[in-house]
């Protein structure tokens, strides 16, 4: 379970930066979407529990607080804090139907050292069909997301702010993508918690 677990922050560090250069070229206000703060990726998000798994720098994440279906989590990878709220999606479906996949992670992250906050990004399962564009809808309304490898991040940074805000507001978020082999996902996560998991972390993760 560590393997994997440190295997998928490996992959959210290095799409982080491709994300990164990506956004700054398609949005001027792009500073939000710094390199990719590393979440965990525990199999059960009990408050009890502490996950087994590695950030950056060997540094653990610890459960502070179970919200919903969120959990929200901490860890100081080489000195520098990074929270952010983790769950999984309440269904999940493929077309053509029941292709295998890994399991699907949302995941809003925070990092006060590079100025990132409330940022949104998905771990799909699977390897995304390269150059295809994905789509989270919440609160009626669709926004593009980039993606890289298995993972999802807002192409346009300017509007994650809205998108936030209407995560905070919603009952689920629809998160839909295309396989590399040409299979389509959607994975509707609940967002009960969110909002009370990100202003756990607003107050935890103060530098």
Same mark, same amino acid.
């Not at 992959?11 to 990506?22: D, E, K, P």
């Not at 710094?34 to 502490?50: D, R």
């Not at 409330?118 to 390897?127: H, L, Q, R, T, W």
């Given at each position: 379970?560590?393997?994997?677990?440190? +295997? *998928?922050? =490996?992959?959210?560090?290095?799409?982080?930066?491709?994300? *990164? +250069?990506?956004?700054? @070229?398609?949005?001027?206000?792009?500073?939000?979407?710094?390199?990719?703060?590393?979440?965990?990726?525990?199999?059960?998000?009990?408050?009890?529990?502490?996950?087994?798994?590695?950030?950056?720098?060997?540094?653990?994440?610890? *459960?502070?607080?179970?919200?919903? %279906? /969120?959990?929200?989590? %901490? +860890? %100081?990878?080489?000195?520098?804090?990074?929270?952010?709220?983790?769950?999984?999606?309440? =269904?999940?479906?493929? &077309?053509?139907? &029941?292709?295998?996949?890994?399991?699907?992670?949302?995941?809003?992250?925070?990092?006060? +050292?590079?100025? !990132?906050? &409330?940022?949104?990004?998905?771990?799909?399962?699977?390897?995304?069909?390269?150059?295809?564009?994905? %789509?989270?809808?919440?609160?009626?309304?669709?926004?593009?997301?980039?993606?890289?490898?298995?993972?999802? /991040?807002?192409? @346009?940074?300017?509007?994650?702010?809205?998108? !936030?805000?209407?995560?905070?507001?919603?009952?689920?978020?629809?998160?839909?993508? !295309?396989? =590399?082999?040409?299979?389509?996902?959607?994975?509707?996560?609940?967002?009960?918690?969110?909002?009370? =998991? *990100?202003?756990?972390?607003?107050?935890?993760?103060?530098?």
């Amino acid at each position: 379970m560590l393997r994997i677990l440190t +295997a *998928l922050v =490996a992959s959210v560090l290095v799409c982080g930066g491709a994300h *990164l +250069a990506q956004a700054q @070229n398609a949005a001027p206000k792009a500073s939000k979407s710094a390199a990719k703060p590393a979440p965990s990726k525990p199999e059960a998000a009990k408050p009890e529990a502490k996950p087994a798994a590695a950030v950056a720098g060997n540094a653990e994440p610890t *459960l502070i607080g179970q919200f919903g %279906t /969120w959990g929200a989590y %901490t +860890a %100081t990878p080489k000195g520098k804090k990074v929270c952010f709220a983790l769950a999984k999606p309440a =269904a999940s479906k493929t &077309n053509p139907p &029941n292709r295998p996949r890994d399991p699907a992670y949302a995941f809003v992250s925070t990092r006060p +050292a590079e100025k !990132v906050s &409330n940022e949104v990004s998905v771990m799909i399962g699977y390897a995304l069909k390269p150059g295809s564009e994905s %789509t989270l809808e919440v609160g009626g309304a669709s926004y593009a997301m980039y993606t890289q490898g298995d993972g999802l /991040w807002i192409k @346009n940074a300017a509007e994650e702010e809205r998108m !936030v805000d209407a995560m905070r507001k919603a009952s689920d978020a629809v998160v839909k993508g !295309v396989s =590399a082999k040409g299979t389509e996902t959607t994975d509707t996560f609940s967002l009960k918690g969110l909002s009370q =998991a *990100l202003d756990k972390l607003a107050q935890d993760c103060k530098r």
